[in-house]
């Protein structure tokens, strides 16, 4: 059973268009993240939720909007889509961090590579 | 200023021989954690090790050990024995206190390094 779950792995949409991507971890984490890798192999940090509560909203537009409902699931919904927008996007989890050297390992899924034209 | 900086874009390294990956990185915090992730060309991200500030010790796994100096700020990855299966990227990652206040375990990712073995 894969720990940490995405789909699409592959998208391939047109500008303008709204599309979700889906991700569901069987860890039983409290926490869940979503990061943008963009072409040039950069991961950064978009969201994070513990525990179905948003924790982390980095600086990203508001076309992107997380959904979580329940603590196994993490949703991506972006709207509007932009060239921009064109990535690999992981979601990630882990045990929720207790204290900042703690050991907490993120686990991540295989990505999602969204091709916008 | 960056947070996390890998200075070797890329290297090459002789199957078998040994490999440093360097990592240097930027907090004023004194309660950090320090990891690598190995991304193959595959795509996924694969923990490799993991260094909490307040190790005495420099933490091994297997084949990874992480050399670890904290008055310099470095967090090295050493890579024994290479095999042909360790060709991918490989990226440090911190989690320091000012994120973690409320960031339930951020990491903050340097760059990466492409590491490719040579037969």
């Known amino acids: 059973d894969t720990a940490v779950s995405q789909t699409p792995k592959y998208l391939v949409t047109q500008m303008g268009n709204d599309k979700s991507i889906k991700c569901e971890q069987n860890?039983?984490?409290?926490?869940m993240y979503w990061y943008k890798q963009d072409s040039k192999k950069f991961l950064k940090i978009m969201f994070s939720y513990n525990n179905k509560e948003l924790i982390i909203n980095e600086t990203v537009p508001n076309r992107f909007s997380p959904k979580s409902p329940d603590k196994a699931h993490l949703n991506l919904h972006i709207n509007s889509l932009e060239l921009g927008d064109s990535a690999v996007y992981f979601c990630?989890?882990?045990?929720?961090?207790?204290?900042?050297?703690?050991?907490?390992?993120?686990?991540f899924g295989a990505g999602s590579r969204l091709t916008v034209l | 200023a960056q947070k996390i900086t890998q200075t070797q874009p890329g290297m090459f390294v002789q199957e078998k021989e040994a490999v440093t990956l360097d990592c240097t990185y930027d907090?004023?915090?004194?309660?950090?954690?320090l990891f690598w992730y190995k991304q193959p060309s595959s795509g996924e991200m694969i923990f490799l090790i993991y260094?909490?500030?307040?190790?005495?010790q420099n933490a091994t796994e297997g084949r990874y050990s992480l050399n670890f100096q904290k008055a310099r700020k470095s967090a090295n990855l050493v890579i024994s024995a290479s095999q042909l299966g360790d060709s991918a990227m490989y990226f440090c990652?911190?989690?320091?206190?000012?994120?973690?206040?409320?960031?339930?375990?951020?990491?903050?990712f340097g760059k990466g390094t492409k590491l490719s073995v040579k037969p």
């Open positions: 260094q909490g500030s307040y190790d005495q």
């Open positions: 860890l039983g984490h409290d926490t």
């Open positions: 907090t004023s915090d004194p309660s950090y954690g």
């Open positions: 990652a911190m989690r320091e206190a000012r994120n973690y206040g409320g960031s339930q375990g951020n990491l903050i």
């Open positions: 990630a989890s882990s045990q929720a961090v207790r204290a900042v050297t703690g050991a907490n390992v993120l686990t």
